[in-house]
C-alpha cells in the first residue's frame, strides 16, 4: 500500500527518488524517506513525517550525490506514523531496506534477534528483515544471497528494495504478493511498485513474478524465480505517457478523472463492439469456447468494484438468465466454498494488485474454477498474468483515491461480459443490437450529465454541516447509491450508508430527522412507484430529501423535497448514468469541508495487504 522507487545508475540518483516518490503520492501514505549510497562513503538516509514536499525539503538541506539509492512512501500498518517508522530502515549502519507488505511471523523474528543482540529502533515488523538481512551478510553472504535467505524465512507479503555499503555496485529486489518492477534504463536501473513512478527515466519495465529476486547493477541483470533458477523475464513497452497522471487545469486529479469519463468509457468499448453486437474476442483467443459454456457466474471484488460486481448480478440474472454470486474477496478467501458447475470466476480490480482479490483468484483456481476472467485497468498487473480470459478497462491513471473513472470503467466493461454471456444463451438480434446503440450512445449520455456540475456544486453547500447522510436506492441503482455512500464518507469524512429503499421500515427510518439529509436515486422504471412511497415515509418524518430523478419522473421541488432532473436513458444504462452526480455531489461537499480529495486520510489507492 506504500511506494518504492529505487535506482542504480552512473549519476546522482536523489532527484530520480524523489520525483518517483511524488509520482506514488496517489496511493495514500503518511510518511517518507530516501537512503543513498556512494562510492566512496556510508548510506545517508534522511526520513520525515508528512509529504514529500518535506523530504525534498530535508535532501536540499543536505546534498546526497550517491549514484545508489532506495526510497519509500509509507502508510502506516504496525506502528504509528512516525520518523522512526518511516522506511528505509538499516541494521549496523552496513544495509537499508524499503518494504511493501506484511511480515506476519515478525514477532517470532524479533524475539530471536533481541536474544542475539540486536537493537530495534521502530515498532514496524520491517525492521526484523533489514536484520536478518544484516545477519547474513555478516556471515559472509552476498547481498542477493543474503536477501534470498532471509526471504526463505518470511511469512506474508513482501516487495523489498536493499542495498549493501560493503556492494555500492549493487541493488537487489525480491517480490512475493507484494507489486514491484524493474525499470530498464542505459546503463541503469530503476525499481518501483508502479510504473507511473518511473516513466520520467524509462517505458520500458520488468515484472517481477512471485517469488522473484533481481539483482541491478548499472550494466546488467540477474533474476531468480522462487525456485532458485536463473529466469528472463520479458521488458515490456508502456505505452502510458510521461504526462498522463498530470493534473492539467483541473483543481484536483478526482475532478480530472470525473470529467474524464466520457472519453475513458469509449476507450473502454473502443474495438470491442460489432454492428450489432460484443465481440467475443475482446476477452481473449479462447473466449467464445468458455464463454459459450458458462452455467454460472461467481464475482470478487474490493470496495467500489465490489459495488460494480453487485451492479452485475441484476445485469447477468436478467439478460443471461445465469445465477451470479458476488462476494467481498476478504471473506471470499476466508469460508469453506461449493464451487458451481461450469462457473466463470471473474474478478475485479482497478489496480490488479489489490491482496484480497489476488488471494480468492488462487484459491479459486485451486478449488477446481475451470475458467478465470480478470477486469482490470493495468496490463502488467498480477491479476491480469493469473487469468485465462481478461477484459482490460483502459480508464488510463487513476490518481485520485475516491474511484471515479476506475467504476465507471468496470461497469462498461461488465455490460460487455453481460451482453456476451446473453448472446450465448439466446438472446434475441434485435434486443442485442438495441443494448450496442445503448453502450455506443453511453459516453454522449454522460457528457449530458456533467452539464448538472454547477448545479450539484450549489447543493453541496446543504451538505456541508450534517454529520450524516443516507442513501436510498431500489434493483440495480442500490448498489449505486452504496457507492454515492462510499464516495461521501471517503473523501468528506460524513458518516454516510446507503440502504435499499425498501428496507427503511425496517430500521433506518429511526434516524431520519431534519439534520439527516436523504439522497435517493430515482430512474423512470419499473420499481418507481415502490420508490415514491418510500419516500414519502421520509417526508413524513421531517427529513430533507435530495431525489436525482430522470427527467419523466414526476416529482416536483417542494417543501423538504429537491429534485435534480437527469437526462432521460434506458434502464440498461441507468447506473452510470446515476453515478455522475453521486461523484459529484461527494466532490464538492469535500470541497467545501476542505478536506484532502486526491488524498483522503487512512486510506491508500492500491490495497496491496491484507
Not at 105 to 111: D, F, G, I, P, V
Not at 230 to 238: A, D, H, I, L, Q
Not at 345 to 351: G, K, P
Not at 372 to 389: F, H, K, M, Q, Y
Request: net charge negative.
Amino acid at each position: 500500500m506504500c511506494g518504492i522507487v529505487g535506482a542504480i545508475a552512473y549519476r546522482p540518483v536523489s532527484a530520480i527518488l524523489l520525483e518517483g516518490l511524488r509520482r506514488l503520492e496517489y496511493r495514500g501514505y503518511d510518511s517518507a524517506g530516501l537512503a543513498v549510497l556512494d562510492t566512496s562513503g556510508p548510506i545517508n538516509r534522511v526520513r520525515t513525517l508528512g509529504k514529500v514536499a518535506k523530504l525534498a525539503d530535508a535532501v536540499g538541506a543536505q546534498p546526497m550525490p550517491g549514484t545508489l539509492g532506495i526510497a519509500h512512501t509509507r502508510w502506516a500498518t504496525h506502528g504509528e506514523p512516525s520518523t522512526e517508522n518511516a522506511h528505509p530502515h538499516v541494521s549496523g549502519e552496513r544495509c537499508a531496506l524499503v518494504h511493501n507488505g506484511i511480515i506476519e511471523n515478525h514477532e517470532t523474528l524479533r524475539r530471536t534477534q533481541i536474544a542475539d543482540g540486536h537493537v530495534f529502533t521502530s515498532q514496524t515488523d520491517t525492521e526484523v528483515a533489514v536484520h536478518a538481512i544484516h545477519d547474513e551478510l555478516a556471515a559472509g553472504f552476498s547481498l542477493t544471497d543474503a536477501v534470498r535467505r532471509t526471504t526463505q524465512r518470511l511469512d506474508g507479503a513482501y516487495a523489498l528494495g536493499v542495498i549493501d555499503s560493503h556492494d555500492p555496485h549493487c541493488l537487489v529486489a525480491a517480490r512475493q504478493g507484494s507489486p514491484l518492477v524493474i525499470g530498464v534504463g542505459f546503463q541503469e536501473h530503476f525499481i518501483a511498485s508502479d510504473v507511473f513512478a518511473l516513466l520520467p527515466v524509462t517505458n520500458r519495465f520488468i515484472f517481477l513474478e512471485e517469488g522473484d529476486i533481481a539483482e541491478l547493477r548499472r550494466d546488467g541483470r540477474t533474476i531468480w524465480d522462487a525456485q532458485g533458477n536463473v529466469v528472463e523475464r520479458p521488458v515490456r513497452e508502456s505505452a502510458v505517457a510521461v504526462d498522463a497522471a498530470e493534473r492539467g487545469t483541473y483543481r484536483h486529479f478526482m475532478q480530472k478523472e470525473i470529467f474524464e469519463q466520457p472519453r475513458a468509457i469509449a476507450d473502454t468499448l473502443e474495438g470491442r463492439l460489432g454492428a450489432d453486437h460484443v465481440l467475443p474476442e475482446a476477452f481473449g483467443n479462447d473466449a467464445e469456447a468458455l464463454l459459450s459454456s458458462t452455467r454460472a457466474v461467481t464475482i470478487v471484488a474490493c470496495g467500489t468494484s465490489y459495488h460494480a460486481g453487485l451492479v452485475a448480478r441484476y445485469w447477468i440474472e436478467s439478460l443471461a438468465g445465469i445465477p451470479c454470486n458476488v462476494e467481498v474477496a476478504s471473506e471470499y478467501r476466508y469460508r469453506k466454498r461449493v464451487v458451481p458447475e461450469d462457473a466463470l470466476f471473474v474478478t475485479i480490480s482497478q489496480s490488479g494488485e489489490t491482496a484480497d482479490t489476488l488471494a480468492a483468484l488462487r484459491i479459486a483456481r485451486d478449488s477446481g474454477y475451470a475458467k478465470t476472467l480478470a477486469i482490470c485497468n493495468v496490463p502488467e498487473s498480477s491479476l491480469v498474468r493469473e487469468s485465462d480470459l481478461v477484459l482490460l478497462t483502459r480508464a488510463g491513471p487513476e490518481i485520485g483515491v475516491a474511484s471515479t473513472k476506475a467504476f465507471t470503467t468496470q461497469l462498461a466493461a461488465l455490460l460487455l461480459l453481460t451482453l456476451n454471456l446473453a448472446h450465448f444463451r439466446g438472446m434475441s438480434a434485435a434486443d442485442e443490437a438495441a443494448a450496442v446503440a445503448l453502450l455506443r450512445a453511453l459516453p454522449g449520455k454522460i457528457e449530458q450529465v456533467l452539464s448538472l456540475d454547477e448545479r450539484i456544486a450549489e447543493l453541496a453547500q446543504r451538505f456541508v454541516e450534517k454529520p450524516n447522510t443516507l442513501f436510498l436506492g431500489r434493483g440495480e441503482q442500490y448498489p449505486i447509491a452504496m457507492e454515492g455512500a462510499l464516495k461521501l464518507k471517503e473523501i468528506s469524512y460524513i458518516h454516510a450508508e446507503a440502504y435499499p429503499a425498501g428496507e427503511l421500515k425496517h430500521g433506518p427510518l429511526a434516524l431520519i430527522d431534519e439534520d439527516m439529509p436523504v439522497v435517493a436515486v430515482a430512474p423512470n422504471n419499473g420499481l418507481l412507484e415502490k420508490l415514491k412511497s418510500n419516500l414519502e415515509e421520509v417526508r413524513a418524518r421531517g427529513g430533507e430529501l435530495f431525489v436525482f430523478a430522470h427527467e419523466q419522473v414526476p416529482l416536483q421541488d417542494e417543501k423538504g423535497v429537491t429534485v435534480v432532473r437527469l437526462p432521460q436513458s434506458d434502464e440498461l444504462i441507468d447506473p452510470l448514468v446515476f453515478t455522475i452526480p453521486m461523484q459529484l455531489l461527494a466532490y464538492h461537499v469535500a470541497v467545501l469541508k476542505g478536506t484532502d480529495v486526491d488524498q483522503p486520510r487512512n486510506l491508500a489507492k492500491s490495497v496491496t495487504v491484507e
